[in-house]
């Protein structure tokens, strides 16, 4: 089942609405025919096998096929093989009719490249010629490798190429074909061929006994699973051990076509007793009863019987069923919600889906690194609730990827590339990040956005390179999801089914599943950010009690409140035991279910595939991705630049409303870009009574410049200032509170100075070196000594700021 998940589908099935879908159109109806049950099998998902009753065609055509066995092939004409009954026949075909064959082949598209290698074989091997498959068996397999969109083959019996170059036609220009065979002479007109067909480069020959190769390919890992189809058309007796080593190289949804199974009625005589017929009934009788694989017998040479799915529904269980949809209903109401009213508003609500998924997710993590903490928290709590939104919706996504997938299958792809390349931005992101930010803060350093963008795209490149296939993924695909996106593939003229079950799409199966999916989803995301959020409130404890001990005068339950009264750090951590929760869910419901995933193919490089390029790209389309990746990043990069400055323009006016709120308006520059310099007029003195609470890792200096930011203040004499360098640490938290003077000296933002007749006297003496009421320290004289008072009135008895409002 977890295979078969791997099939392109998105949304569930939804009774009478899959039925009206299907009715709609005479295309979903074809569909359905094929799909009409899940084509499942047991346990490790389907591998439909074709038996083919495939001969080997002759220049002339009889009507019936059947004949008595003949005696081995010639040795000195052609490669050895068991008894070959075509050889004894004039037919490549069963049960036909000469004219009625005829008329196949006239209607059978053959290139002329192998017609002409038919002509050669006949020539060099006139005694073995009919062992090549027939021209419709080799339309027949390619179209099969068409549909299965294979990309890597492997054929057991390559005789003179016939099938390898049929097989081989049928791949993209970055497939490939394993071609097994222990004839080197036969081999040799193979490889002559092979260059004539132009498809030498996607060959790979392997001389020996086929049961041998086979076994170097087990003995590696990387090989299990890494191919689309396979074909076997050898030694009889061999098929059985064949198509056993096969099963495991072909991946799950793959398809092995052994030739050859009906043997010219051969099976079904009961007198027949030579070694191939009984090998291969064996095989017929094997190979129904197994339950590992979907099965048919498609007599070619007598029609093409349509594949018969053979889903087994008990095989899961009512659970899995049931589970099924409720994993699918909420989709699957949204997108036929949406469906109903116009199709275009599926692509567009997926193209806004994308948007939100990116603007959710990546933006507001940098631009929150850079505001100020005052929206920080309500922020990331924004920020939680748009990324929900988007999981949500995600599917729409990959239904958005895998239509375009479907319209183009190399730029579809590309596309998904491209999706998933965002994605993984985020994950990888996400704890590359933290990490990072921890090791930074450790030695006290950060990293500007401009070093950090680069560095995560270097993180991403290891990462598609370490698996490069992973972009092909398609997420959360259930058999119940399986009809309705056919009937949407089937009415939608965007869409169209392609099966995305090959190996580039297994390799990336580690994420299709929808309980990794959420495994995934909270720890590269959830978790970090409830991880961040709950530092972020720490720290603004923390801040808090700094005030509480530093800042006298300030409403220290209000901050305090303000500081606790923050909901996010719960409501993430209830967010978060959902997501556990849920993902605990899936394990325990799908344990029975889920196999283990597949191994994921070793990145070959060969040296014949390198001229055309890698990964199932050629070298000119990976240019265009490089490219393509190049302005995407240089629009991440503008874009990140712009929301540094804009951030930085943000916090200096919150810096300097939040200061308003306390210490009175703020109408002079304060900072500038890399230092804050503040008036001490007390040159040389150890007491400033232009600010209090000194900011930490300020240090006065002498200077007779001019002080930036306070055109008022004429300054001819070496005086002493405060310089305050723009550490992070002061750019969060140690400014506005400690920034005290900006109307000049002598007074106070939000305080008024007045002498002792306007004012009930202080009764306090001095107060503190670094509180404004410092300014007459010394002077106990309360007749001639200058009060401030302050915005709510009171004299300052240290310092009594206005409440925020
Ligand atoms: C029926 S022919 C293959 C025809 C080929 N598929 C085509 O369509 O042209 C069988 C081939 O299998 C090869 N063969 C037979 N036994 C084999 C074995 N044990 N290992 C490898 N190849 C074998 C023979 O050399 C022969 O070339």
Redesign the pocket.
């Known amino acids: 089942m977890y295979k078969c998940r791997q099939r392109l589908t998105v949304l569930f099935m939804m009774q009478g609405a899959w039925q009206r879908l299907a009715a709609a159109s005479q295309t979903a109806h074809i569909r359905s025919q094929r799909h009409a049950r899940w084509p499942c099998a047991e346990s490790r998902g389907y591998v439909v096998t074709v038996a083919a009753t ?1 001969t ?1 065609p002759s220049s002339s055509v009889d009507t019936v096929g059947h004949s008595s066995a003949s005696t081995d092939t010639d040795v000195s004409s ?4 068991e008894q ?1 009954p075509e050889q004894q026949q004039q037919t490549k075909h069963m049960h036909m009719s000469e004219p009625l064959y005829a008329y196949l082949l006239q209607h059978t598209r053959e290139p002329a490249v192998l017609a002409a290698l038919r002509a050669d ?1 006949a020539a060099q091997f006139p005694a ?1 010629a009919r ?3 027939s021209p419709e ?2 339309a027949f397999l390619a179209w099969l490798l068409r549909t299965l969109q294979a990309r890597r083959v492997i ?10 170059i ?1 097989l081989a036609l049928a791949l993209p220009p970055t497939g490939t074909l394993l071609a ?4 080197p002479r ?2 040799t007109l ?1 490889r002559e061929y092979w260059a004539k067909a132009g498809v030498a480069d996607k060959v790979h020959e392997r001389l ?6 086979l076994d170097e390919l087990l003995a590696d890992p990387t090989q299990h699973g890494s191919y689309d189809f396979a ?1 076997i ?3 009889k007796k ?1 098929y059985r051990a064949y198509y056993e080593q096969l099963l495991q190289l072909v991946r799950p949804g793959g398809v092995i076509a052994i ?2 199974t009906l043997w010219y009625g051969r099976v079904a005589d009961a007198e027949n007793t030579d070694g191939a017929t009984l090998a291969l009934r064996e095989l017929n009788a094997f190979l129904v009863a197994d339950k590992r694989i979907m099965f048919s017998l498609v007599p070619v040479g007598d029609g093409i019987e349509p594949l018969e799915s053979v889903y087994q529904a008990s095989s899961f269980g009512d659970n899995a069923v049931v589970l099924d949809r409720i994993v699918a209903a909420p989709w699957t109401a949204l997108w036929l919600a949406i469906l109903w009213r116009h199709w275009h508003a599926l692509t567009a609500v997926a193209v806004f889906r994308s948007f939100l998924h990116y603007l959710a997710i990546i933006s507001p993590v940098f631009l929150t690194r850079v505001l100020a903490k005052q929206t920080y928290l309500r922020y990331r709590v924004a920020i939680i609730a748009l990324a929900l939104l988007s999981y949500t919706l995600h599917p729409g996504g990959g239904l958005y990827r895998d239509a375009v997938m479907a319209r183009d299958e190399q730029w579809g792809g590309n596309l998904a590339a491209l999706t998933l390349f965002m994605r993984l931005l985020v994950g990888s992101r996400t704890l590359f990040w933290l990490v990072l930010r921890y090791f930074m803060k450790l030695f006290g350093y950060r990293l500007p956005p401009q070093v950090m963008i680069p560095l995560h795209g270097a993180l991403l490149a290891i990462k598609l390179i370490a698996k490069p296939s992973q972009p092909f993924c398609a997420v959360l695909q259930t058999p119940a999801t399986q009809p309705l996106f056919e009937a949407i593939a089937a009415n939608l003229p965007l869409f169209s089914l392609i099966p995305l079950d090959r190996p580039a799409i297994r390799a990336g199966a580690d994420i299709c599943n929808p309980l990794h999916t959420w495994v995934v989803v909270v720890l590269a995301w959830a978790l970090p950010a409830a991880a961040s959020l709950v530092s972020d409130f720490e720290a603004r404890q923390r801040f808090v009690a700094r005030c509480q001990s530093q800042v006298v005068g300030v409403d220290r339950e209000r901050w305090l409140g303000k500081a606790r009264g923050s909901c996010a750090p719960g409501a993430v951590a209830v967010l978060l035991w959902v997501h556990l929760a849920t993902a605990l869910w899936f394990l325990l419901m799908y344990r029975q279910m889920l196999p283990p995933y597949p191994v994921v193919p070793k990145v070959t490089i060969d040296p014949h595939a390198l001229k055309q390029g890698i990964w199932g790209n050629t070298w000119k389309e990976w240019g265009r991705i490089m490219l393509a990746f190049g302005v995407l990043y240089a629009i991440l990069a503008g874009y990140f630049t712009g929301l540094l400055f804009a951030a930085k323009g943000i916090r200096r006016d919150e810096f300097r409303t939040m200061s308003g709120k306390y210490f009175g308006k703020f109408d002079r520059q304060l900072f500038n870009a890399s230092i804050d310099i503040l008036p001490n007029t007390e040159s040389g003195g150890s007491k400033n009574p232009f600010y209090f609470n000194r900011p930490e890792g300020c240090t006065e200096v002498q200077t007779t410049e001019s002080l930036p930011g306070f055109p008022d203040i004429s300054i001819n004499q070496s005086i002493g200032i405060l310089a305050c360098s723009t550490s992070d640490k002061q750019w969060r938290w140690t400014v506005y509170p400690w920034v005290v003077d900006t109307n000049g000296l002598g007074s106070y933002p939000g305080c008024a100075t007045a002498n002792a007749e306007g004012v009930t006297p202080s009764t306090g003496s001095f107060i503190s070196d670094d509180s404004p009421a410092g300014e007459d320290a010394g002077n106990s004289t309360q007749a001639t000594r200058n009060e401030y008072v302050c915005q709510n009135g009171l004299p300052n008895q240290g310092f009594a700021p206005a409440p925020a409002p």
């Open positions: 495939g080997a052609g490669p050895s093989e070959q074989t073995a062992m090549a498959i068996q080799g054929e057991v019996g390559v005789f003179t190429g016939y099938s390898s049929a097994c065979d222990r004839d036969s081999m193979a020996g006994p086929a049961a041998a190769t074909f058309d050898a030694d061999g030739d050859n």
